[in-house]
């Protein structure tokens, strides 16, 4: 029940989110993201049934993605943008650890190793040129962003977990690097409401997702 509450005030939330990045809107995000981005935290905190490590690094990386949310608002100002990369980076470690944690080596796990490893050395070499002195930090949170993706392949293996939740973080974790370029798009390569209207469902998909799998793993 309380799952589709709060889908139904996702949505609207995310519809107002969009218009506000069209518009340019610091305000206006200030007044709709923050509201957002804790819905996925609030979803994970009530679906949670016991004191798993998994729910707990779950919730913690959900909570760290609440702080880069709120920062990259400001993706404008440089230091600002950097706290929320180092946020949304501490994330994808907790991600990473908590997926790891409950995964399988197996053929899925490095086929999708392979694949993402090949498509983040091709990002950041077409990035790479525009990053300036932000390379360090932008390979850093490439690199742990695709040991978080093959962190939900190694959990896919797991065939004895339930496979709702598998695929919930498999789908979750490929569709939150998907979002990610877009932001690196953005923020890089061309500045475009494209990126926004593309990344931000792509995102929100993803860390729903990501919260949803608390309540079967």
Not at 8 to 15: E, G, H, N, R
Not at 18 to 36: D, H, I, M, N, R
Not at 180 to 197: G, T, Y
């Amino acid at each position: 029940m309380f799952q589709s509450i709060i889908l139904s005030l996702a949505l609207p939330l995310l519809i107002g989110l969009l218009y506000f990045e069209k518009k340019e809107s610091v305000k206006g995000l200030l007044s709709v993201k923050p509201l957002l981005s804790s819905l996925f935290v609030v979803l994970a905190f009530l679906q949670i049934q016991e004191n798993s490590t998994y729910n707990h690094l779950i919730l913690t990386g959900l909570i760290l993605s609440l702080v880069g949310d709120i920062c990259l608002i400001f993706f404008f100002h440089k230091k600002v943008f950097t706290a929320g990369l180092v946020a949304f980076l501490a994330g994808h470690v907790m991600y990473t650890m908590a997926f790891s944690g409950l995964g399988e080596v197996g053929e899925l796990m490095i086929t999708v190793g392979v694949i993402f490893i090949l498509i983040s050395i091709i990002i950041f070499m077409r990035l790479n040129s525009h990053l300036g002195n932000m390379k360090g930090p932008i390979l850093a949170y490439i690199i742990f962003i695709t040991a978080m993706v093959v962190g939900a392949g190694s959990l896919w293996n797991h065939s004895a977990l339930d496979i709702t939740g598998r695929s919930l973080v498999l789908v979750g974790g490929i569709l939150f690097y998907a979002s990610d370029i877009f932001v690196a798009r953005h923020r890089f390569v061309q500045k475009e409401f494209l990126n926004r209207a593309i990344g931000l469902p792509l995102y929100y998909t993803a860390q729903f997702m990501i919260a949803f799998s608390t309540g079967y793993l």
